[in-house]
């Protein structure tokens, strides 16, 4: 249970990923695939934080000192400022795939005048 | 003795060059065919200049680009490549002239396509003739296939397009699903693709590899027609008369049997077949069913063109049983069998199609009493039987002759009754129709009023291939001087 | 000028597609000649820097971006992205840049037909595309792998959803996939990440093989980052979307997109196997290797026998990729010399056969409107030149020599026999004689189905190729499938041997 609670956000990411790629693959409302997909990425965007996240740290800016130069930040004590700014790219790609993929459930909707996959493939074969 | 030379490579490539000039002049027949022509005599002369050399025990090689590490498109001429290459070359020249007059009246406008396709076939044979290796013969193999397809479905109807579909059928899955992995695994096995006299194997390959890859060459190179492998030959008969005989008696089943004798001489070896009696015998066992059966099938046979093609499924399997002797005279044997029968065989052909074109008959059963109102088709009918069945004044006896030494040498010699059984009955499937085109009353009053003989382009080279038959037998004592150069490279301990 | 040619590779289609969209505010015809030359610079410096490094001693050619030094000897340069170029991905760079120039060219007249008014988008779409696919295979960091796979992919959904009508659901799937695939990549990353700190790719090569091979992080770390990217290369199972992704496109999109997508996702897969991971990492479970061969098998099968099932051209030649990715992935997954070999011969080859199959298609369907088969009677009189090309590309499809297929198909087999993989050689052969059974049909149809329009009396056919701007890189292609073959041995000892790691003996 200790190993549980101590690990509680790798539970939370995958609960998240699992919730996320399940409604991805068996949902057959394709508005709910993009929140499915988007749940996934927010999963795996929480996974990079907290993987560069520590105990007490603190955010990781430099401290100016006299004369603008700037002190070497002690790495123990600052959060890995890496995976922060990986996720920032990630969160682009995120928002742009979601919009995308959004745009294109309405191009379909405008065609087939639902969101329903099954409904859409029956309208297409026919 | 080897020496670099490009004139292999020119041989090869100029009858590929003219067939570009060929369809870039299909608006002027007679330049056309000048270009063929000229083609072919370029390709004699320069055959002719390799000659002497090749008689003087050189071997000329050239490479031209390097396809895989240690294996090149590479040339290689020696005793067996130039006495094929040869054959096919001199064998064109009359064909081409027999083409002109079948198809020139008929105003057919797929000639161009025709004669270019025809001078990359020729192109291809030649090249497998002179291939140093097992790649760069593969590779001509495949093109001979695909270039005569065009020629098989000339007349662009359902029948040829039947034809031309089991055609490639049969030679593709053929080579790409059994030759192509041999090849492969020779490859992974020993890193060398050349024909070398001793083989390329060494002692650590296990009998059982051995068996396997022999079988996978064996019917891999369907163009030798053994069966079960054999049913493309008669489809692929639908081809106009000319296809069939340069193709089908020379070129293409000739390339198949030619790429057996290599790669049993210089991938397995001699010495390897004659001290592995498991391989000989699977060789000579697969080649002498196929001889019976097809010899009997013949015999049943009354479209004419069928029973030649069930012939020469038959003769080619003498060819490969003369291999499977392992033995120096069935070797010999069988490189003069593929000479000897190739002049009989194209002067049945040719007969078949100017009896055809002469009074529209193609049974057999149509045919009695027709001799005497062509004459000069049925006496070349007559000589080039004798060629086939092997009997003399003919070139096929030779061939024979050394076939069956070849038994006594090695020690597969119940084939001996194999080649006796089978003479006999080509004998029976080939007299009678001469016997009968001469002798009996006429059977079809249609066709036998009908009969008178067709135009002298097409009659001239059957008489020149006749006569070819007799020369052979005459002169097959410098054949053999190729043969001998062949066998002293591959099968000298022998 | 020279040391910046490998981010000018990048750089030429990206600011192309910036500047297509911008210039066109101002003049819509300038987009198309913005992206030609940032094509032609970028296929240019791929060019050059491959013979650079053919000519130099050089092993790889590093770039470092933003200052920050390289990992090894500056103290923040584990954050800074590094392009490197070495014998691997230069062959890779230079197909992709050049096929994407030569598409682009073929592509005018085609958008101007099919997407009336919208070429100025479509360029820099097109563009953009390019520059993600360069991007993948130039990158030496593996996040920033991911950044560009996306911009690829982006580009990509937008690409097919012009095709209208069906294609928007075809994008959709595709981007459901591709995300997904994404993402397992991403995560794959990030296990990497927490094992060694690092996302060089340089640095992982030296990490991964001697101090982590037995870490069950890293271990799933490389299974995920490779589902996804066969997902994104649609290799069995997850190949549902890449059929109505690539057949319901516009056709310049699908020249594109087909030949070069999923060959650049299995050059990302080789990338991670090879470089990251090890061969000796891949041979150390075998039972993942001997699941992914039986998987390349099926995949194999399954390409070949639905694209016999089909009646349209450019659903054929869409399930002839998926069985083409198993030729690849098999290959790099016997995981020795000739099976790498040809896997990464093949990437090239491929890129170039499914080029020129998608080009004629599109020839085709400028001139006729469709490539159901049934109605490709008599094209061999229509078009001769494009009908040639057609044969030509299906007899390297098949594998007849002396065609680049061919000598890929003999690697691989070569490979397959040393590893004992029989299945594979068979799926192999089994799928060259579909291909072959394809081509004769198509044989029959084109060809011998009309009688000969030139005899009296039979209905006459007028010639009518499709325009010299489609015609001429159609040709260029399909001739490249024949040199390519022919200088095997050159492309195979002087590039592919030197891309290869060191393999452990058996």
Not at chain 3, 244 to 265: D, E, F, I, W
């Amino acid at each position: 249970m200790e190993e549980f609670i101590d690990k509680f956000n790798y539970v939370l990411v995958v609960i998240l990923m699992m919730t996320g790629l399940w409604s991805m693959l068996a949902q057959n409302n394709l508005i709910k695939k993009c929140i499915g997909m988007a749940i996934f990425q927010t999963g795996i965007i929480l996974f990079f934080i907290s993987i560069g996240a520590k105990n007490n740290a603190l955010i990781p800016i430099l401290t100016e000192t006299a004369n603008h130069t700037y002190n070497d930040p002690n790495v123990n004590e600052v959060t890995n400022p890496l995976t922060q700014i990986l996720m920032l790219t990630a969160i682009v790609v995120g928002v742009a795939t979601l919009g995308v993929g959004l745009a294109l459930a309405q191009k379909v909707h405008q065609q087939n005048d639902s969101f329903d996959e099954d409904e859409i493939l029956n309208n297409q074969t026919k | 003795m080897e020496e670099t030379l490009t004139t292999p490579f020119w041989i090869v490539f100029i009858s590929s060059m003219a067939a570009v000039l060929i369809a870039l002049c299909g608006r002027a027949p007679n330049l056309r065919e000048a270009i063929i022509f000229l083609a072919a005599i370029c390709k004699l002369a320069l055959l002719s200049t390799l000659t002497s050399g090749v008689l003087d025990g050189k071997l000329y090689t050239f490479t031209l680009i390097n396809l895989l590490p240690n294996v090149g498109l590479s040339f290689k001429v020696d005793g067996a490549g130039l006495l094929f290459a040869f054959v096919s070359v001199t064998l064109w020249i009359p064909v081409t002239i027999y083409s002109i007059g079948l198809l020139r009246p008929k105003k057919d406008l797929s000639q161009t396509r025709f004669y270019a396709c025809f001078s990359i076939a020729i192109s291809s044979a030649v090249g497998v003739a002179f291939s140093a290796n097992l790649l760069t013969m593969f590779i001509f193999y495949e093109i001979l296939s695909l270039s005569t397809y065009p020629l098989v479905t000339h007349n662009q109807d359902d029948e040829a397009i039947k034809g031309g579909r089991k055609y490639l059928t049969y030679l593709l899955t053929t080579s790409v699903g059994l030759a192509l992995p041999a090849m492969i695994i020779v490859y992974q096995h020993t890193g060398s693709l050349d024909f070398t006299g001793g083989g390329v194997f060494n002692d650590k390959t296990s009998n059982t590899l051995l068996t396997i890859l022999v079988v996978m060459f064996l019917f891999g190179f369907a163009k030798a027609g053994l069966m079960p492998f054999h049913a493309w030959l008669p489809g692929a008969m639908v081809a106009p008369a000319p296809v069939s005989s340069l193709l089908h008696a020379v070129a293409v089943v000739k390339v198949g049997v030619f790429s057996i004798i290599r790669i049993t001489t210089g991938i397995f070896g001699v010495d390897l077949l004659a001290n592995t009696p498991s391989l000989t015998t699977i060789i000579c066992v697969i080649a002498a069913i196929t001889l019976i059966t097809a010899s009997l099938i013949a015999l049943t046979q009354d479209n004419l063109k069928a029973r030649l093609a069930y012939s020469t499924i038959g003769q080619l399997s003498y060819i490969i049983l003369g291999v499977g002797l392992a033995s120096a005279s069935g070797i010999a044997g069988a490189m003069l069998h593929i000479p000897m029968h190739a002049v009989g065989k194209i002067t049945l052909f040719l007969c078949a199609g100017a009896i055809y074109e002469a009074c529209g008959a193609k049974y057999i059963s149509q045919m009695n009493g027709i001799g005497r109102k062509i004459p000069f088709t049925f006496t070349a009918f007559f000589l080039g039987s004798l060629c086939v069945i092997g009997l003399p004044p003919t070139g096929g006896f030779i061939s024979k002759w050394h076939l069956l030494n070849g038994t006594l040498d090695s020690i597969q010699q119940w084939t001996f009754a194999i080649f006796l059984i089978s003479s006999f009955l080509n004998a029976a499937y080939f007299i009678p129709i001469v016997f009968k085109g001469f002798f009996s009353a006429p059977s079809d009053e249609k066709v036998y009023n009908k009969a008178s003989e067709p135009s002298m382009l097409m009659v001239a080279p059957m008489l020149i291939t006749a006569t070819g038959c007799l020369l052979v037998f005459f002169f097959s004592n410098f054949l053999y001087q190729f043969v001998e150069q062949f066998l002293n490279v591959y099968a000298k301990t022998n | 000028m020279i040391e910046h040619l490998p981010i000018l590779i990048i750089l030429g289609p990206l600011l192309g597609a910036v500047f297509a969209s911008l210039t066109s505010w101002y003049r819509p015809k300038l987009s198309f000649p913005v992206v030609i030359f940032g094509l032609a610079i970028s296929s240019l410096s791929a060019i050059l820097i491959v013979f650079k490094l053919a000519f130099s001693e050089l092993d790889v050619i590093h770039y470092q971006l933003g200052g920050w030094g390289t990992p090894e000897k500056d103290e923040y340069g584990i954050v800074g992205i590094q392009i490197s170029v070495d014998y691997l991905n230069g062959l890779i760079l230079a197909t992709v840049s050049t096929i994407g120039l030569l598409t682009a060219v073929f592509s005018t007249r085609s958008v101007e037909r099919e997407l009336t008014g919208q070429q100025r988008y479509f360029f820099s779409l097109f563009s953009l595309l390019v520059s993600g696919l360069l991007g993948i295979s130039i990158t030496g960091d593996i996040f920033n792998l991911y950044v560009f796979m996306e911009i690829a992919a982006l580009s990509s959904y937008a690409l097919i959803a012009y095709g209208k009508g069906r294609s928007y659901m075809a994008s959709f799937n595709y981007l459901m996939m591709g995300t997904m695939g994404a993402c397992l990549y991403l995560l794959g990353v990030g296990f990497v990440f927490v094992k060694t700190g690092t996302l060089n790719i340089e640095n992982l090569s030296q990490i991964i093989p001697q101090t982590l091979q037995n870490s069950q992080a890293v271990f799933v770390g490389f299974v995920l980052i490779m589902i996804g990217a066969w997902a994104k290369m649609a290799f069995f199972p997850l190949h549902g979307w890449l059929p109505n992704a690539y057949s319901y496109a516009p056709t310049a999109s699908g020249a594109l997109l087909a030949p070069l997508a999923t060959k650049v996702s299995v050059y990302a897969m080789l990338r991670i196997m090879i470089t990251v991971y090890s061969i000796d990492y891949v041979l150390k479970s075998p039972s993942i290797q001997s699941t992914v061969l039986l998987l390349s098998t099926i995949s194999i099968l399954v390409g070949s026998f639905f694209s016999i099932t089909q009646s349209n051209l450019r659903k054929i030649a869409c399930y002839f990729i998926i069985s083409e990715i198993g030729y690849m992935v098999g290959g790099a997954w016997l995981a020795n010399e000739p099976g790498l070999k040809g896997a990464i011969y093949h990437v090239v080859a491929d890129a170039a056969m499914t080029s020129a199959f998608f080009m004629i298609i599109g020839c085709i369907v400028y001139r006729t409107g469709q490539t159901e088969l049934k109605k490709l009677d008599g094209l061999f009189y229509k078009m001769p030149l494009t009908f040639v090309a057609l044969i030509i590309t299906m007899a390297a499809l098949i594998g007849v020599p002396p065609t680049c297929g061919f000598f890929s198909k003999f690697y691989l087999i070569q490979g397959a026999v040393q590893a004992g993989t029989w299945h594979f050689v068979i799926a192999l052969l089994i799928s060259s004689l579909i291909k072959a059974i394809i081509l004769f049909r198509i044989i029959e149809i084109g060809y011998n189905k009309v009688p000969n329009p030139a005899k009296e009396g039979n209905k006459t056919i007028t010639r009518e190729e499709a325009p010299l701007s489609m015609l001429i890189p159609t040709l260029i292609v399909t001739l490249s499938l024949i040199l390519i073959g022919l200088f095997t041995d050159k492309l195979v000892t002087n590039f592919i041997a030197k891309a290869l790691p060191e393999i452990p003996s058996l």
